[in-house]
T-cell receptor, first 108, second 113 residues
């Protein structure tokens, strides 16, 4: 079993839908990082969280340290949101533990 | 501010050739990471430098791979000789020591024929 699990693995949505991507982890962490990778593209940092909630535009990320769970929400989804979303946890050393990624496709 | 810079962005080479990938970290960042990404294995950490010193190279696949960081603003990852199974996207990332977030470069897409 992976130390960092994401769900769903694949997600197809219609433009405008509210989207939730989940990340559960089994190790102690000091922070969690949400990353975005467009097809054939680089890896972009979205949020780094250690508690609570962060919002940037249509993206909202939450984390519950006690439950070892984080969610990434996209409101009013758009085809340009189509990408792989990666959850990475940081346990205070230098290493990330990466989730398996969630492949999102938003249809126009 | 410029982000992490990698070159080349794409590389196509023949088996047996030497390949050198380059990375310039974000100014002021003193930790640098090289990753390899494949469909089968996802993102794998190859090597981690802190203050230009290699700290963890346990992810370097074999002796054909080597990495250097001669100064705080430049690192190279070399594959010699290259093999088709080395085909992947290679990412460089940097961060400030003590801060968790790593910032990734655009990657180098390597195809070894």
């Amino acid at each position: 079993k992976n130390e960092v699990e994401q769900s769903p693995q694949n997600l197809t949505a219609q433009e405008g839908e509210f989207i939730t991507i989940n990340c559960s982890y089994s190790v102690g962490i000091s922070a969690l990082h949400w990353l975005q990778q467009h097809p054939g593209g680089g890896i972009v940092s979205l949020f780094m969280l250690s508690s609570g909630k962060k919002k940037h535009g249509r993206l909202i990320a939450t984390i519950n340290i006690q439950e070892k769970h984080s969610s990434l929400h996209i409101t009013a989804s758009h085809p340009r949101d189509s990408a792989v979303y990666i959850c990475a946890v940081f346990s205070g050393t230098y290493k990330y533990i990466f989730g398996t990624g969630t492949r999102l496709k938003v249809l126009a | 501010d410029a982000g992490v810079i990698q070159s080349p962005r794409h590389e196509v080479t023949e088996m047996g050739q030497e390949v050198t990938l380059r990375c310039k970290p974000i100014s002021g960042h003193n930790s640098l990471f090289w990753y390899r990404q494949t469909m089968m294995r996802g993102l794998e950490l190859l090597i981690y430098f802190n203050n230009n010193v290699p700290i963890d190279d346990s992810g370097m696949p074999e002796d054909r791979f080597s990495a250097k960081m001669p100064n705080a603003s430049f690192s190279t990852l070399k594959i010699q000789p290259s093999e088709p199974r080395d085909s992947a996207v290679y990412f460089c990332a940097s961060r400030q020591q003590g801060a968790g977030a790593q910032y990734f470069g655009p990657g180098t897409r390597l195809l070894v024929l």
